[in-house]
């Protein structure tokens, strides 16, 4: 997110530039976000690049049609930003993003930078997905467990039997000075 968030505050000499308005939007469109980040050195291998974008995701079992708003960052040196096969990846990977959404907005930018070396940087973000089903279940069971193991240790807790048995055969001259200290306060009432 930190590198979203450093793009979006400089321009693009390439293509309309995800700004920090469409950041905004990108954030706060509700739902479930996912994000996936990754490098891409071999730009004759498309497929492989446009397979990238559908790994390596932070969390699975999103349906990213049912995404409201998506984002797309491509960040190479300018040298590697102009050569053709990066254009194309460029525009395959946004093609693929829009026929993810489903109508969703997609914003995206291209941007220059000097210290990204021969690759190119790609981050997208989906973001306003309904939560996939899988994990609704899996979170109902895993709260399912917790309550078990609650319901056990209370069970334990209350089979329990705190006695502190005869008062008096308790020792101790910690005892002796609490037993004379509760004798001076009876004989006070």
């Known amino acids: 997110m930190h590198i979203i968030n450093l793009y979006s505050d400089r321009t693009s000499k390439f293509v309309s530039a995800l700004d920090t308005a469409?950041?905004?939007?990108?954030l706060l469109s509700g739902g479930c976000c996912s994000m996936n980040a990754f490098t891409i050195t071999d730009f004759a291998d498309e497929e492989g690049a446009?397979?990238?974008?559908?790994?390596?995701?932070?969390?699975?079992?999103?349906?990213?049609?049912?995404?409201?708003?998506?984002g797309l960052i491509v960040a190479g040196t300018e040298r590697t930003l102009d050569r053709?096969?990066?254009?194309?990846i460029y525009n395959r990977l946004n093609e693929e993003i829009a026929s993810c959404l489903g109508?969703?907005?997609?914003?995206r930018g291209l941007y220059e930078n000097d210290k990204a070396g021969d690759g190119i940087r790609v981050v997208a973000v989906f973001?306003?997905?309904?939560?996939?089903?899988?994990?609704?279940?899996?979170?109902?069971?895993?709260?399912?467990?917790?309550?078990?193991?609650?319901e056990a240790k209370d069970r334990r807790v209350q089979g329990f039997n705190f006695s502190l048995g005869n008062r008096k055969s308790m020792g101790g001259p910690g005892m002796d000075r609490l037993r004379k200290l509760r004798t001076e306060e009876d004989?006070?009432?």
């Open 50 to 70: 446009v397979s990238s974008l559908g790994q390596g995701y932070h969390m699975t079992g999103f349906d990213l049609s049912s995404a409201k708003v998506a």
């Open 84 to 88: 053709p096969e990066v254009v194309s």
């Open 127 to 150: 973001n306003g997905m309904s939560l996939p089903s899988s994990k609704l279940d899996e979170m109902f069971k895993e709260m399912e467990r917790g309550v078990a193991k609650m």
């Open 187 to 189: 004989d006070r009432q």
């Open 22 to 26: 469409d950041l905004g939007t990108l």
């Open 103 to 107: 109508g969703g907005l997609l914003y």
